[in-house]
């Protein structure tokens, strides 16, 4: 139970007290109840509205997304992929446009996962469940499927006859196709996750003629089980007994967080007959106990009885509820995104500070407008200490990241001194040591990066296989988007004055010369008789 | 316990049992438990026939399927083999300059070769080929019989001062003990350490050089930088195999000690020798 709830008692009669000590609701449940419910088929009613038509755009945009993302093409030069959202697993790559991630920059994608999580906290806190009501997978889904339904088997009084009648051959060929159509969309959405990691035109046509890895067709096979499954089938199961996420969101929201909310203050007592009822000098609230609220509800709940778990805020209680208010020439917002805080303040004008039942009296003037105490929802809450908490938060690790994007190297150096020998006497009495230097040439393009030495100044080196010839600086000629390994030997000459005990402190230097980018790695050079 | 107990408020049978008025429900189990229970005394009985499973007197039956996890290693030791065959063939046939011309070859035969290193000649030359007295650090450029691949080759296969092998190197420094005095032998000490340092008394040094043409040089050189056809080694250069300061160079110079390196040419496969001659020559001295 949540905040809200525990604002709320059942909806036994028409009206309802507000306040805290006034019952513990469904708490005692008796002990003959089973704890196994059986699922009630939900057969949403299909409605119009704002918020319906936020959410077909939101699902079109989201989906576009997901599907057409990997077949986006981003041209880097002959020396990488051209897909510009690629995950190459095989080659430890991560390509997102102009951005490239080695294994080693994985904290970027960390930082956004931080980001993810931080952004839902911000979210949650300003505008309530918006994640699970708009943008979660599962409901974009769901909502898909649903229209699918619709589309075949017709609106929710179709569905319901459909499912109570026989099998007949119209039943089973509706059936049939509407599943047909949902596997279709299952594997549709299954084959668009493999994109992600592969070069896309290349894989589906690898796909298609039965040439792509068995782990493509796996992964196929699984997401669109899961698909089918859970968005087909399981529906609003899913967000009510698996995810984690209503149960978290509870601790989330506060008394300024936007949710979607029955304003029972104006609507109690409802009534079916409210002319009758008027004409009988009885109160009367504005809901008209039409149950549309209740028919639209993927979820299968009933918004009036207050904010609960199972409720996802996806607001199209609110368009059906503000379509019946347009129709009855009442105001709009019966049910209406508020927060705790308000609704409380008008429930206690409605309710006289909670020493009575609702009387609809106290919130209307004699025209039928409201009472100036009666406040409504200002866009000022969602700025208050918390949300900008978090979005300075949220905002700072966005900053950093970006600072270390445009900061990172793509030229590294690391050096590895040999373990055995630690140092080797040449005939002529230099002193040579033998170091691992790992070139890291991050870009993808091939470059000479000039390998110096800083800080030994009668020294020279060798790179096996690079050159021959001991110099003070050698041209590596680095293959593009590559690290390689280079066995390198230093070479210092005879000295009879070197103190023994010296063990020399230099750095190794990498550098593009044509785009000035360098990197430097401190080393030792190792002496006989130097400290070890 | 004969008469059943029906418990009111389920009306599930209890056991029968009761303890300070606590009765237990006797509900029968759930079926999807009984059926996972069976599955798995279905899948046991299975796994009994198919795998090695009943302990014997010297060893457990060994199933139809007929698995073993030693069989499974021998297995996958013979997939690695196969993965190297081709690169073995290849390093096989072609001469030691081919293999080091090669970048593929080159970097196999260094990590075969670092491998049988570590087993067959660390005990002599150090883990890291650095050697010690009496045993040459092959990182360096003093070779004593020559630093190039075809000669590492032949002292490897071949050894040194091993009378098994006919083809085996020898060098045989007499001991001079029995042909010069004692103070002649200190004089040519001096010598040969001032050909690279100081040595105690100056004036030994010029007699020194008359004693070392006339006895040495032969062998190591007029001008004291060894001989590599005979593996004299260079006695103007600033690495010691044998000797530490001038008077183990007398000593040396009266009664010489010498080592003695392995052939292996019969314990080590041609193959082996060349993973191991293009290692040691990619140590950092190789010529």
């Known amino acids: 139970m949540n905040l809200y709830t525990a604002n709320h008692l059942q909806p036994a009669g028409g009206a309802r007290i507000s306040g805290n000590g006034a019952g513990g609701g469904t708490g005692s449940a008796p002990p003959s109840e089973p704890l196994y419910e059986k699922r009630q088929k939900i057969f949403p009613k299909s409605v119009k509205g ?68 931080l952004g839902l906290f911000l ?12 943008a979660c997978p599962q409901t974009v889904w ?195 995104y508020a927060t705790l805080d308000e609704y409380d303040s008008n429930m206690a004008v409605a309710t006289n500070g909670g020493q009575t039942v609702i009387e609809p009296a106290r919130v209307r003037n004699a025209d039928g407008s409201f009472v ?20 300075g938060i949220w905002a700072l690790i966005g900053l950093g990241l970006v600072y270390a994007l445009l900061a990172r190297d793509r030229l590294q150096l690391n050096v590895v001194h040999d373990r055995n020998p630690q140092f080797v006497l040449e005939s002529d009495g230099s002193i040579r040591n033998g170091y691992t230097v790992r070139l890291l040439n991050m870009v993808p393009e091939p470059r000479t990066i000039m390998l110096s030495l800083d800080g030994l100044p009668q020294a020279t080196m060798r790179v096996v296989g690079i050159t021959d010839v001991p110099g003070q600086i050698v041209a590596i000629p680095a293959e593009p988007d590559k690290a390689m390994a280079l066995r390198v030997f230093v070479t210092l000459p005879p000295d009879r004055d070197r103190k023994l005990s010296q063990v020399p402190e230099f750095r190794f230097v990498a550098e593009d010369r044509s785009s000035h980018e360098s990197d430097t790695y401190n080393a030792t050079f190792n002496l006989p008789g130097g400290k070890k | 316990m004969s008469e059943k107990h029906v418990d009111e408020i389920s009306g599930v049978e209890t056991t029968g049992h009761e303890w300070d008025g606590i009765r237990e429900l006797n509900n029968p189990l759930p079926r999807w438990w009984l059926w996972t229970f069976y599955a798995c005394i279905v899948w046991a009985l299975g796994y009994t026939v198919l795998y090695p499973a009943w302990p014997m007197l010297t060893e457990a039956t060994p ?56 087993v067959n000649c660390s005990t002599c030359h150090g883990s890291g080929a650095e050697g010690s007295i009496g045993y040459p650090n092959l990182n360096d450029d003093d070779w004593l019989w020559g630093g190039d691949l075809d000669t590492i080759q032949q002292t490897i296969a071949h050894g040194i001062r091993d009378a098994v092998d006919p083809d085996t190197r020898i060098a045989d420094m007499p001991a001079f003990g029995d042909m010069l005095q ?43 930088k060894g001989n590599r056809e005979l593996g004299a080694p260079n006695l103007a250069d600033a690495i010691w195999l044998k000797v530490n300061g001038e008077a183990e160079i007398a000593e040396q110079v009266r009664a010489p000690k010498h080592g003695v390196m392995p052939a292996w040419q019969a314990r080590l496969s041609s193959d082996t020798i060349k993973q191991l001659t293009v290692y040691v020559h990619s140590l950092g001295g190789g010529e």
């Open chain 1, 50 to 117: 704002r918020f319906r038509r936020f959410k077909w755009l939101f699902m079109v945009v989201a989906l576009a997304i997901y599907y057409l993302t990997p077949w986006i093409r981003w041209d880097r030069g002959p020396h990488a992929p051209d897909q510009a959202v690629l995950i190459d697993l095989s080659a430890r790559r991560f390509y997102f446009f102009f951005i490239e991630i080695w294994p080693q920059e994985f904290f970027f994608v960390a930082g956004l996962l931080l980001m993810a999580g």
């Open chain 1, 372 to 391: 100036d105490r009666i406040r409504q929802f200002r866009w000022q809450v969602i700025f208050r200490t918390r949300t900008l908490i978090y979005f």
């Open chain 1, 123 to 134: 979210l949650t806190s300003a505008v309530g469940r918006a994640w699970c009501g708009y």
């Open chain 2, 63 to 118: 199933g139809i399927l007929g698995y073993s996890s030693r069989a499974d290693l021998t297995t996958e030791m013979e997939t690695a083999k196969l993965a190297q065959g081709d690169i073995l063939a290849k390093i096989s046939q072609s001469s030691l300059q081919e293999i080091v011309a090669d970048p593929q070859m080159n970097q196999f035969a260094i990590a075969g070769g670092a491998s049988a290193f570590k």
């Open chain 1, 142 to 336: 769901v909502d898909l499927f649903l229209a699918v339904e619709r589309f075949i088997d017709g609106d929710r009084n179709a569905q319901i006859k459909l499912n109570a009648s026989p099998w007949t051959f119209a039943k089973i060929s509706k059936r049939v196709s509407k599943h047909a159509i949902w596997l279709l969309i299952a594997v549709l959405t299954g084959g668009a996750w493999i994109f992600y990691f592969a070069d896309a035109p290349g894989l589906a046509f690898d796909f298609v003629t039965g040439q792509a890895a068995l782990v493509a067709y796996s992964t196929v096979a699984i997401l669109t089980a899961t698909t089918y499954i859970l968005g087909g089938l399981m529906r609003e199961q899913v967000c009510i007994y698996m995810c984690p996420w209503p149960r978290i969101q509870g601790a989330m929201l506060d008394e300024h967080s936007l949710v979607v909310t029955y304003n029972d203050w104006r609507g109690e007592p409802r009534s079916r007959h409210a002319k009758k009822a008027a004409a009988a000098g009885q109160p009367v609230g504005d809901c008209v106990d039409c149950d549309a609220c209740v028919a639209v509800c993927p979820m299968g709940i009933d918004i009036r009885d207050g904010q609960q778990m199972a409720c996802i805020t996806c607001a199209l209680c609110i368009d059906a509820c503000d379509n019946v208010m347009d129709k009855l020439g009442k105001p709009r917002g019966l049910i209406a």
């Open chain 2, 182 to 224: 004692t103070n002649e032998i200190r004089q040519v000490a001096a010598y040969v350490v001032s050909l690279t340092g100081t040595p105690r008394d100056v004036a030994m040094v010029e007699p020194g050089k008359q004693i070392f043409l006339d006895n040495c040089s032969s062998c190591h050189g007029e001008d004291a």
